[in-house]
């Protein structure tokens, strides 16, 4: 009963996401103030929608819990002797499962938009509703015709194929969700944008109960990215963070456009500017999360990270993507002159420099993309073009340089209007901090010139971070402006991290036999041993490193090649020492003819930054949540009051005499 009871709750919340789609609509043609019969339904039908995908959702996870071996999706994703936290996050390590995840936040995020916000008019809201209850009816409809996870076997399989072994990790249970989240966040600001579009109420109020979805939106897909990250960094054994694989690019270029779009809403949000901006940002940060979908999922590609599907359900995805995203910007074209430009500021001044760095992000997505969809474009015509890091660094560095130096000095410029001079202490130190920077870089060695940049906008950024602090109470700074400091500190430590690991990575590859030592810069790496070990479901060989650092005393790491056998495959499991100042990464490889083993080490001083940055920018952006909600519950205190003052005063003053 559990694959009946959840491709039941699918077709339901499928209706339901029709009736909110009809009942928002409908909330646009009330007039005068009085509300359309039907538009009642639109906020009921989006919190049933969600509790009904959410119902499917933990079916299906049951189902990979137990084993369920009559459906498809389990026989062809899992095996009974798996690790049960690996069948849990299994559910979503495929096509159908992750597409039901993807479907099953859609609905909880309108399900809370709609039962939570009401600091919208009902026009807007019902029109928000409706945007949001057709986005949903597309994706059910995409499951329930051309990717039911609920299909049943004639015959129940003896056994399960098993889950890709390259997903059998922690971060399984972390990159995906938290990537989901974010894209489905988005959804809910475009949502948003083309409510307030459609109904013409872009202003203030509509980019306050924008900005909470597009914090939240940008914080998870920080995490998301982050953790895909280090997961690819540590499982795949190559010794990189960042490949600019498509399907890496593909959670990239949201989180550039939701970067831009969050600053954006915060300008119209508190200055009442940037109208047109937010927009069309709102537009393209989902058009970017709807592109992701299709490049993974469509089999235009070959990853990893991507699941291998049939073409016809790339072309169903794509038929979604050119819906909603040339629907949007149809309606943008249309409905963009009738927005109000709002209130006017200087070039220089904090909303100046917004737009400037927007700019600059813009630019940057537009680079990836270029360099993401060009080899697919070239393959149509029967040319083989890879585009890597050869293109994507120096093209996306001419964008970024800039883009650092105005971030570090935007956050100490006014609103609407300010002069150089007011803050030329401060330019004058971050510029210090820069050139002494790169100087004792470029007297330390002979390094390639962008890490060497990289290393000075990383210091030049933690300096200026923490100036918006300067001459303030701290105990009085609000928690919005911590969640910016930290925000920013994190760029800087990421980038730190980041320019090292370019600048200083030593390798070291060699053929050794147990017993035998080899030296990598002050490391001294000797192999002890090669014995093969065995798992809950693969064999492995095991080497036993021994490292040790000068004098220090020697560390042992086992770095492992597996062998899984269902499915049949061979991994890679790298080994790593983690110290404050970098990482020491070690992989064994095959056997050569002469019974010596291939060993690959490299040392990475800081790499780790690169994480603990993305984790403070993370956490900057909970601060500024939190920072925003205090505000919001302030306002809302104020104007309560406000309304009991004028009651009190009303009834203190007499009525006049008739």
Known sequence: MIAEIGLAALWLAAALAVLQMISGAAALRSVDGSTHPLAIYARPAA???????????????????????????????????????????????????????????????????????????????????????????????????????FERLPVPAAEGIGLNPLLQDIGLAIHPPTLYAGYVGLSVAFSLAMGALLTREVNPNFARAMRPWVLGAWVLLTLGITAGSYWAYYELGWGGWWFWDPVENASLMPWLAATALMHSVSVLAARDALRTWTIMLGVLAFSMSMLGTFLVRSGVLTSVHAFAVDPERGAFILALLLIYIGGAFTIFALRASAVSEGKRFAAVSREGALVFNNVMLSAILAIVLLGTLYPLLAEAFDARVSVGPPYFNPASAIFAIPMFLVMAVGPLLRWKEDKPLRVQFEMLLIAAVLIATLAIVALAGDYPLLPVLGLGLAAALGVAAFLPLRGRKLSRVPTAVWGMVLAHFGVAVSLLGMASEGAFTEERLAAVAPGDTVEMGDWLITLESVAPVAGPNWTAIEARVAARLGEGEAVTLTPQARNFWSPAQATSESALLTRWNGQLYAVIGAQTPDGRWQLRVWWKPFVTFIWYGGLLIALGGVLAIIGRVQVDVKRRKAAELGEERRADLAALTPEPAE
């Open 47 to 149: 919190i049933v929608q969600a509790v009904l995908a959410v119902l499917a959702f933990l079916m299906l996870l049951r189902a990979f819990a137990i084993t369920d071996l009559s459906i498809k999706l389990v026989a062809t994703n899992s095996h009974s002797m798996k690790p049960m936290i690996y069948k849990l996050t299994g559910t979503w390590g495929n096509h159908e499962g992750s597409m039901l995840l993807w479907v099953g936040v859609l609905a909880l995020a309108g399900g809370l938009l709609a039962g939570l916000e009401k600091r919208l008019p009902e026009k807007t809201m019902g029109a928000t509703l409706a945007v949001q209850g057709f986005i949903a009816l597309g994706f059910y409809a995409f499951l329930l015709l051309s990717s039911n996870p």
